[in-house]
């Protein structure tokens, strides 16, 4: 956005001020600069050649346009510079309205279409305006944080609107309420179903060589994972007491749920207290139990797999559910699902869900995320398996979340996974063939970048156990100075290096 102002006003002004020896050569610089690198941005990201042609066409067509305008009011300069201000709001205007009609493709919850934020003074009489729409028929407040004094989250509200209605018209109207600050569209997300049940998914018993001679877990020898990332490495730091943990550190799933009577699982998982507690602690999808394993079953017990787990003394597994038994999860109940975490004491949250959004910024989301920043809670999210761009990705499109891309066993982007280019927090783990507890006390290997999330946030938690205060910034440059490159690093991001981590923070 920044960018494409440069340009718009680059080449504005060199065509305002062409007559002026100083001026425009400058300006002239100033956009064949901005040019340049709007055409490399292009060229070196991984959309498709097509959309790659297509969106500099548009950008040149636009500039052009643009340039035939200024032509014809050559001789009023003011003008000219009217238009210029009025192409670069016009064009902000446009990326920053949320409001802008509604995707049909993108489902909304049945019984809470919108997230709305009301000004804090404007409270206590704002819910019957909104209540009074005929086309209204439930207003119900987000779950309110502990900490309320640093957030506005107990400032939102989720609505619901009569079936059938027109939801951009509800959107509308709503939108005109003095004292409604923001609204935006309650999404449904869906995670990338596990494939149905193959004849190699489930894995019972497993003969072979193991990734290390120090683990017992019967199936490691299933996982290369373990190996590529050099976990004997990892765990010997630990074995040799090398490390000792300042606390327990505490990582919190929020997903499907998690089977807390999972015997490669039961030692390590704490439960904490919810009106939820059942829904939390029992998966009938599996995708949950499946990220918690990889995160934090537990190591060289003589059952099951290995994890990123040094020990149960490291860190402790919790679970939230926001995600139903289908794998349908929405917006605000991932929100109150971060709010919830922050508030039992999460030091990490590992989230393997998103989805497309319809939204160009989701302000509920960044109030959540930032309420965890506030209380020194990491976040960690699933690129997506999308094949595109994770920064299109709700929620690891936020300049404050972790997003992990998954790799394959040749250390390339897997096929499915999101490319982590235009995140600001971008870093690899492996996603293919990923073995791990799944529900009903069984086991099973699925692929995705929900898998490839799990080894991130559970080498996190550890580092948090050592060094307690280390932030989300300073966590992310640890992964990546310590990081190894990948075969395609620059799409995925280097891929965790997790005894090298561990060392850095000596």
């Not at 951009?168 to 935006?184: F, L, R, T, Y």
């Not at 996982?223 to 300042?246: A, C, G, H, I, S």
Request: glycine letters at 6%; charged letters at 20%; proline letters at 3%.
């Amino acid at each position: 956005m920044i960018l494409l102002s440069i340009l718009i006003l680059g080449f504005s002004f060199w065509n305002i001020f062409k007559q002026n020896k100083f001026l425009s050569p400058l300006f002239g610089i100033i956009f064949i600069g901005s040019l340049l690198m709007s055409c490399s941005n292009m060229m070196t990201s991984t959309m498709s050649l097509e959309y790659k042609f297509l969106h500099t066409i548009f950008m040149l067509i636009g500039v052009g346009l643009l340039g035939f305008i200024l032509q014809v009011l050559s001789n009023n300069k003011k003008a000219q510079i009217g238009a210029v201000i009025m192409t670069i709001v016009g064009v902000n205007l446009y990326i920053s309205n949320p409001h802008t009609p509604l995707d049909p493709n993108i489902k909304l919850v049945a019984n809470a279409e919108l997230l709305i934020k009301i000004e804090h003074a404007h409270k206590k009489g704002i819910s019957n305006k909104v209540l009074n729409f005929s086309f209204v028929q439930g207003l119900n407040a987000l779950s309110t944080p502990k900490d309320s004094e640093v957030t506005t989250l107990d400032d939102y509200f989720k609505v619901d609107i009569i079936p059938d209605f027109d939801v951009n018209n509800a959107i509308a109207n709503i939108s005109n309420v003095e004292g409604v600050e923001w609204i935006e569209a309650n999404e449904v997300l869906r995670q990338k179903p596990l494939e149905e049940l193959k004849k190699n998914n489930e894995i019972d018993q497993v003969r072979g060589d193991k990734f290390s001679a120090s683990v017992n877990d019967p199936m490691s020898a299933r996982q290369w994972n373990m190996e590529v990332l050099e976990m004997e490495k990892f765990y010997n730091l630990f074995t040799l007491n090398k490390f000792r943990p300042k606390k327990r550190a505490k990582l919190f799933i929020l997903d499907s749920g998690v089977n807390a009577r999972h015997e490669d699982l039961n030692l390590n998982f704490v439960s904490h207290p919810s009106i939820d507690k059942s829904e939390n602690e029992s998966d009938v999808n599996g995708h949950g139990t499946h990220c918690a394993g990889v995160a934090g079953a537990i190591t060289n017990n003589g059952v099951g797999v290995a994890s990123m787990s040094p020990g149960a003394q490291y860190y402790s597994i919790s679970s939230i559910r926001v995600m139903n038994n289908f794998g349908f999860g929405s917006q605000a109940q991932i929100i109150e699902g971060i709010i919830e975490a922050v508030d039992a004491g999460a030091d990490v949250i590992s989230m393997s869900i998103g989805g497309q959004s319809n939204q160009v910024k989701e302000e509920a989301y960044e109030e959540a995320v930032q309420y965890a920043q506030l209380h020194n809670v990491i976040i960690v999210a699933a690129a997506g398996n999308n094949s595109g761009d994770a920064a299109k990705i709700v929620p690891a499109s936020s300049d404050k979340i972790i997003a992990v891309s998954a790799l394959d066993k040749t250390l390339k982007k897997a096929q499915f996974s999101n490319f982590i280019t235009n995140t600001n927090y971008g870093i690899a783990a492996p996603g293919v063939s990923i073995l791990s507890t799944w529900k009903s006390g069984r086991y099973a290997a699925f692929d995705g970048t929900s898998m490839a999330t799990p080894h991130v946030a559970g080498l996190l938690a550890t580092l948090k156990s050592l060094k307690p205060n280390l932030t989300t910034k300073q966590a992310f440059e640890i992964l990546e100075r310590t990081g190894k490159p990948t075969k395609e690093t620059n799409l995925t991001g280097k891929m965790i290096n997790p005894a090298a981590a561990v060392l850095s923070i000596r």
